[in-house]
Nanobody
Framework: QVQLVESGGGSVQAGGSLRLSCAAS????????IGWYRQAPGKQRELVAS???????HYADSMKGRVTISRDNAKNTVYLQMNSLKPEDTAVYYC???????????????WGLGTQVTVSS
């Protein structure tokens, strides 16, 4: 299966920037897409951005224009560059992968443990 490890979270003042990383590992499988989600206290988990294996990106309205998702296939790592951060961006940010084994068409999804992002005013 796919293991996902997030890093790069932390505390920053409003207007600041952070770059999150999601390192994926696994064998005999294909990752079709990786997405970044976030969950603030008392709120549902929501999509921030996603990127397909072909590089097609999608951004949710909540952070559109302030985030950029990219991937380094050689390193099996996806990045989320976040700029102009606001206090309402405070949340745990999770990495998610949609994948399948080469030998089986069944789709699977995996989550990382998350990384905390705190934005102070």
């Amino acid at each position: 299966q796919v293991q996902l490890v997030e890093s790069g979270g932390g505390s920053v003042q409003a207007g600041g920037s952070l770059r999150l990383s999601c390192a994926a590992s696994g064998s005999a499988l294909r990752i079709n897409a990786i997405g970044w989600y976030r969950q603030a206290p008392g709120k549902q988990r929501e999509l921030v951005a996603s990127i397909s294996n072909e590089g097609t990106t999608h951004y949710a309205d909540s952070m559109k224009g302030r985030v950029t998702i990219s991937r380094d296939n050689a390193k099996n790592t996806v990045y989320l560059q976040m700029n102009s951060l606001k206090p309402e961006d405070t949340a745990v940010y999770y990495c998610n992968a949609d994948w399948k084994f080469y030998s089986d068409p069944t789709p699977w999804t995996s989550w990382g443990l998350g990384t905390q992002v705190t934005v102070s005013s």
